[in-house]
């Protein structure tokens, strides 16, 4: 039996590790383990692409995907320009579409409205609280993080302890170097 003096010792180093690093003690994946707290990722589905690395779920989650790190998103395209009268000045329409805008059109075209399952590695949240996650389109068991790569719309960035795919997604970023695709073609 467990006496007071053992419970208060026991809960005060509990709570001194948990402020020196939170992850230590209550590591989301292992509280997720225990507590089933991942099938509710199984089928979820994709309000919006963000960037090429993060999205919004339905629900409001965004989740940053595990392994890349994608180029920013594009910015909103101007109008119309006017000159010193107010009148339409003719804009002059580069047929190449910049690399940004590719990679976020390819996200967007890939995973947008489809149902999703996310898989967790080590860390589920990141020092910004952001969910942390590897991302497979439930249609054709498509893996978005290494797809994304494949094609040179990212750059590896893979930080331990989250490396449970870390070889598939070092496999699919030297496709695309030796390829020369996307950001690795310039």
Request: glycine share 4%; no cysteine.
């Amino acid at each position: 039996m467990l006496n007071l003096k053992n419970l208060i010792y026991s809960i005060f180093v509990i709570f001194f590790l948990w402020l020196i690093n939170p992850h230590l003690i209550f590591a989301q994946s292992n509280f997720d383990f225990f507590f089933g707290g991942d099938k509710e990722y199984q089928d979820v589905v994709v309000e919006r692409v963000i960037s090429a690395d993060t999205i919004k779920l339905e629900e409001g989650e965004v989740v940053k995907l595990i392994g890349l790190k994608a180029l920013e998103p594009p910015e909103k395209e101007r109008t119309v320009d006017r000159d010193q009268y107010g009148f339409r000045v003719k804009q002059e329409i580069n047929p190449i579409a910049p690399l940004e805008k590719q990679a976020f059109q390819f996200a967007v075209n890939l995973i947008e409205g489809k149902h999703i399952r996310l898989e967790f590695d080590t860390e589920k949240k990141n020092d910004q609280l952001q969910t942390l996650a590897y991302v497979f389109i439930l249609d054709d068991d498509t893996f978005v993080n290494t797809e994304i790569l494949r094609q040179g719309f990212a750059s590896l960035h893979i930080r331990p302890p989250n490396t449970k795919h870390a070889k598939q997604l070092r496999a699919a970023y030297t496709e695309a170097r030796e390829e020369r695709r996307g950001i690795q073609g310039q």
